[in-house]
């Protein structure tokens, strides 16, 4: 019965109810995923606290999307908080993190400011915090804990006058008084509000001071009266904040009081009209702390919804677009893999990188889906085929729907997979024939018409685009992308793709006709190595070969098969001779245009190997071949 008493007459205060909207989760997202990455460093970070709220609400922390800025502007008429945020990068690290051991290590810091004295110059720091998350960015999940740190009594504080309103105790000019004395303490200290303060009251008269000048302001007085900027809302509960107020005034002043009178102020405004009527006021009798050294038990960590010990978790998935949830959970898998493996990759310039892939084969989606694994976002597709029965089991933008009726053109069904595989990605698709060497379109009119439409065309997609892909299934239809791209200072990538091997390149980025100091493309800048020099050898790579430098003939419809498999990556010189990046072909194709083209269309093999020198190359070896018999026989 005695110890129920007691409890009922000892004080107690409501705790925090952390209040953390959606724009600080959103900038905590941010953070992650462009500052923080895997590092799990603690980060300084801010609340508040407002004592205007009505009747009913808990007693909030605040922390909005301003939280990451300990420099930011504190709200109107509420008091700041400092804490410490502790992000994981798991919920099992989140699980296991020591929750007592980082709730003591506070608490001490706080004892530390109540010994050193540097909590009565910045009263601030009685009011730190704590928060342990972990953001589950693909879900939109984001678990937390949070804890605002109050040292502790070994005993309970005895209630000598219960709380009464302030109204019951204050005559109308006291309050009005009051009221004015706030405001000009906190012009007086630059804030928007005071945490803690003194006070002295008589009939007709109310005066605050800040707690530094406590000897000078209660000098003489045998009653002591002070006040805390209070966010509860309960007419028998002072809020968490007096908590610590109540250890510091303990530890520095107590020895000298008996009891301790305590306003808690609370200042709402009503229909426009300011009401500080419904403060408390109550008196309570401290227990003697000045000699202890250790510091006292650290209580504060927030109960969940259920009312017991334990983290919380908000769900912001619902209210996210599921493309934009879709984006963000890709580049969240991309940013993983360059924290881990590839810190120097540049994804901001791989987004906004523009493919062009030339043909819509096996090579064409298989391609389209590792780019877009990581984080290419515009891609074009040209083809010319539909999609056949056959193709559906080998290319995986393909269903045996998309052959039905004849089949659906290949560049367009590739369009139509790709945006229902992530609808984050621009894509296109022209249905689009490539003229090639030695297949001549002089047979009418409409068809050299029809030729020069589709040069004109590749040429348009060429420009606009910043790397090009050839995944064509001959050879001889990657000349003309060849010679357009090199003329366009373009970036080439080239995979040829055979019954036991596959072959993968990348063509030199020839140097700009005249250097004006600006990269030759804006494919040049996403990696300096892609112009600067190539990765297997120290050929410059203004000066590596093309697909067509390392033949000495002309394109036609060649294939080689090994019986084994390998990968190849050749790198290589370019050729003076060569029959699609040579000088003289540049020259050509630029003077001449699709006349020089036509001329190769229709001609033979020949043709180009005439015009390169590779008819003469071919003559003089044999000359040296036969040359060379001739001295071996005469041994």
């Avoid at 609400?57 to 909005?64: A, G, Q």
């Avoid at 678990?143 to 005895?158: D, R």
């Avoid at 928007?192 to 009251?201: G, Q």
Wanted: aromatic share 10%; proline share 5%.
């Amino acid at each position: 019965m005695e110890s129920a008493v007691l409890a009922r007459l000892a004080l107690q205060f409501a705790p925090f109810s952390s209040a953390l909207d959606a724009g600080f989760w959103h900038e905590l997202t941010q953070k992650k995923l462009n500052d923080y990455r895997l590092d799990e460093s603690p980060r300084n970070i801010r609340g508040s606290y407002y004592n205007g709220d009505p009747a009913g609400l808990p007693t909030r922390l605040t922390l909005e999307f301003s939280a990451f800025d300990v420099n930011a502007v504190t709200p109107p008429r509420c008091c700041p908080a400092f804490g410490t945020l502790y992000n994981t990068n798991t919920l099992q690290s989140f699980k296991s993190t020591d929750k007592k051991a980082l709730l003591e290590q506070l608490g001490k810091e706080i004892w530390d400011t109540i010994r050193s004295g540097r909590a009565i110059e910045d009263p601030s720091l009685l009011n730190t915090f704590l928060l342990l998350t972990f953001a589950d960015l693909k879900k939109y999940h984001f678990y937390y804990w949070f804890a605002f740190p109050a040292l502790c009594f070994t005993e309970g504080i005895p209630i000598v006058q219960q709380p009464v309103s302030l109204a019951e105790k204050f005559s109308t000019c006291q309050i009005h008084t009051l009221q004015d004395a706030y405001n000009e303490l906190c012009q007086k200290e630059e804030v928007t509000a005071v945490p803690y303060f003194l006070v002295k009251y008589r009939e007709d008269s109310v005066s605050l001071a800040s707690l530094r000048n406590w000897n000078e302001f209660f000098k003489g007085q045998t009653k002591v009266t002070v006040g805390v900027y209070d966010p509860c809302t309960l007419t028998q509960y002072p809020g968490w904040p007096l908590r610590n107020f109540l250890i510091l005034i303990a530890y520095n002043w107590g020895s000298f009081l008996d009891t301790l009178e305590v306003l808690c102020f609370r200042d709402r405004t009503m229909q426009g009209v300011r009401d500080t009527q419904h403060s408390i006021i109550f008196e309570v009798k401290l227990p003697q702390i000045a000699s202890v050294t250790d510091c006292p038990k650290c209580v504060g960590w927030e109960k969940n919804q259920k009312g017991s010990l334990g983290p919380r978790m908000v769900n912001l998935s619902e209210c996210m677009d599921p493309k934009r949830l879709a984006e963000s959970s890709v580049d969240l898998n991309l940013k993983l893999m360059r924290w881990r493996l590839v810190p120097t990759l540049g994804l901001e310039n791989v987004v906004t990188t523009r493919c062009l892939l030339l043909g819509a084969g096996t090579l064409g989606c298989n391609v389209a889906r590792t780019l877009m694994g990581w984080g290419v976002r515009q891609i074009t597709f040209v083809d010319n085929a539909k999609v056949s029965y056959s193709n559906p089991v080998r290319q995986s933008l393909y269903e045996f729907e998309d052959c039905l009726d004849g089949g659906k053109p290949k560049a367009l069904a590739a369009v139509e997979k790709l945006q229902k595989i992530f609808p984050g990605v621009k894509v296109e698709g022209f249905n689009l024939s490539i003229p090639m060497p030695g297949h001549p379109v002089n047979f009418s009119a409409v068809t050299m018409q029809q030729a020069r439409k589709d040069v004109e065309q590749l040429e348009k997609l060429i420009c606009s685009h910043d790397v090009i892909f050839l995944l064509m299934d001959t050879r001889e239809s990657r000349w003309l992308p060849t010679v357009i791209a090199a003329s366009q200072r373009k970036l080439v990538i080239n995979a040829a793709l055979g019954f036991d091997t596959f072959v993968v390149m990348r063509h030199g980025l020839k140097k700009p006709k005249q250097e004006s100091g600006e990269p030759a493309t804006v494919a040049a800048t996403i990696n300096p190595t892609l112009a600067g020099c190539s990765l297997f050898s120290n050929i410059p790579g203004h000066k590596l070969g093309c697909y067509f430098c390392n033949d000495v003939v002309a394109p036609g419809d060649i294939r080689g098969f090994l019986s084994r498999f390998d990968n190849v990556l050749p790198a290589s010189l370019a050729f003076d001779k060569c029959t699609a990046c040579s000088p003289v072909v540049l020259d050509h194709f630029e003077k001449d245009g699709f006349q020089f083209l036509a001329n190769v269309f229709n001609s033979s093999h020949s043709f180009l190997e005439d015009l390169t020198g590779l008819t003469l190359l071919h003559q003089e070896t044999q000359a040296a071949e036969i040359w060379d018999m001739s001295d071996d026989e005469s041994f």
